[in-house]
């Protein structure tokens, strides 16, 4: 996601058209190494994993589950062995040794994992272990900051409540004193209608308490997700009326989404895609694309059932970030295959480029693959919305499958527990 998503990604910060990192940073991060670690056996990318380790494995696992691809058995181990006994995940760290005082706790990391194995439909006490840490570090406000005991962040409340929500947490029932949820958490972070950056959401109120939209949006696009108590795998096919921002008091977490998914929208026109927030010594006159939060945009219009606001992004995306994506590796590359999904775009031949291959080349060859990709072709309904609102239907795969003709086989790989994409 994304990120949903995402101080911006992680990754910027090493290399320049690096790979996408967590949503965003609310406490800091272990200090950059000189040189990357060896580098464990299982782990997607040859970059150094020490800030986004756990959450570049994470994403490369979501798109390739939406794309029927099966990961190496190998590459859920290291996953898995992330974890603390506690259940939580740190961005990376040694698994030799067991969890100490001195192993940072990242709820970005552990929502993002937990995720990915839900979508597995492996190793369910990680899932558990995950989500009864999750619970336990939630803020009294009903939301959650980058790390334990952190100010609530929109960004970490956001990704965290797409976790719990696919592992089939009721957000509503997360209460705290007064009955703040991590609905009501999000919320505190939207900007009202009217005004340049109406419906946005801001990362984090201001010293002064004042709210305001951070440049690139990521906070906006990963608030959508979370609002509506979606992962960062999401989309839907349903294109609805163009999106408008509620004025009022007392919204719903669904019209603060359409809100946010509104702002987003203006955000996107005429360009296709948002900036990167200008570097220290750049002119601000000469802004670069930021290809990751335009890809989180994406996957949240779609979301939000806009996929028709986000057409033109798409098609920039496909036109130019692939260079950018192969560059930042599995996290870059997974976000772009979500941007592709969500929006019923095929991933396999994205402006030309097999996103998918591309993905799985970062890491162990997967388990299993099946093919076709899902393409732009899609109906405008998934055939099982019972299971899947936004993904495929079993019906739908089968369907293709025949119409390609005898000889033609799906490695349906795992199963596909209440896929939300």
């Known amino acids: 996601m994304s990120v949903r998503r995402r101080a911006a990604a992680l990754a910027f910060t090493a290399v320049l058209c690096g790979a996408a990192a967590p949503a965003a940073v609310a406490a800091p991060s272990p200090s950059p190494s000189s040189s990357a670690p060896d580098l464990p056996e299982g782990l997607y990318g040859t970059k150094d994993p020490t800030y986004d380790g756990v959450w570049r494995q994470s994403l490369a696992f979501l798109a390739q589950k939406i794309e029927l691809v099966t990961p190496a058995t190998k590459s859920v181990d290291w996953l898995v062995g992330q974890q603390c006994d506690s259940g939580a995940f740190a961005s990376y760290r040694d698994a030799s040794r067991p969890c100490d005082d001195k192993t940072v706790a990242d709820t970005n990391a552990t929502a993002a994992a937990v995720q990915a194995v ?183 219009l779609a979301a939000a059932g806009h996929k028709d606001a986000a057409a033109d992004s798409v098609a920039y995306l496909a036109k130019h970030a692939q260079g950018w994506a192969k560059e930042g590796g599995p996290a870059a590359t997974a976000q772009l295959v979500l941007a592709a999904h969500a929006t019923g775009a095929d991933a396999r031949d994205f402006g030309g480029v097999d996103l998918v291959r591309q993905l799985n080349a970062t890491g162990p060859a997967p388990a299993a693959t099946a093919v076709p990709s899902p393409t732009a072709t899609t109906p405008s309904k998934p055939a099982d919305t019972s299971s899947d609102d936004e993904g495929l239907g079993l019906w739908w795969i089968i369907g293709i499958g025949l119409a390609f003709g005898a000889g033609i086989g799906f490695l349906l790989s795992g199963r596909r527990k209440n896929q939300q994409l």
Not at 149 to 160: C, E, H, K
Not at 227 to 238: E, H, R, T, V
Not at 244 to 273: F, H, I, M
Request: proline content about 7%.
């Open 118 to 300: 839900v979508e597995l439909g492996v190793h369910r006490e990680v899932v558990d272990n995950g989500v009864a840490w999750l619970k336990s570090v939630q803020n009294d406000d009903g939301g959650w900051g980058y790390n334990p005991g952190s100010p609530s962040d929109a960004n970490s409340t956001a990704v965290v409540n797409g976790a719990l929500a696919r592992a089939g947490v009721p957000l509503a029932d997360l209460t705290k004193a007064g009955g703040k949820t991590p609905y009501t958490a999000l919320q505190t972070f939207a900007l009202p209608c009217g005004g340049e950056d109406g419906g946005a959401f801001a990362y984090q109120p201001d010293k002064t308490g004042k709210l305001a939209a951070n440049a690139n949006a990521d906070a906006t696009a990963a608030a959508v997700l979370g609002s509506m108590g979606k992962g960062m795998a999401a989309g839907n096919y349903n294109a609805v009326k163009a999106p408008v921002c509620t004025k009022g008091d007392g919204l719903t977490p669904e019209q603060s989404a359409q809100n946010g998914a509104s702002y987003l929208a203006k955000a996107l026109a005429g360009k296709g895609y948002l900036d990167l927030p200008p570097m220290p010594g750049a002119e601000e006159s000469d802004p670069q694309p930021d290809f990751g939060n335009t890809a989180d945009a994406v996957v949240a």
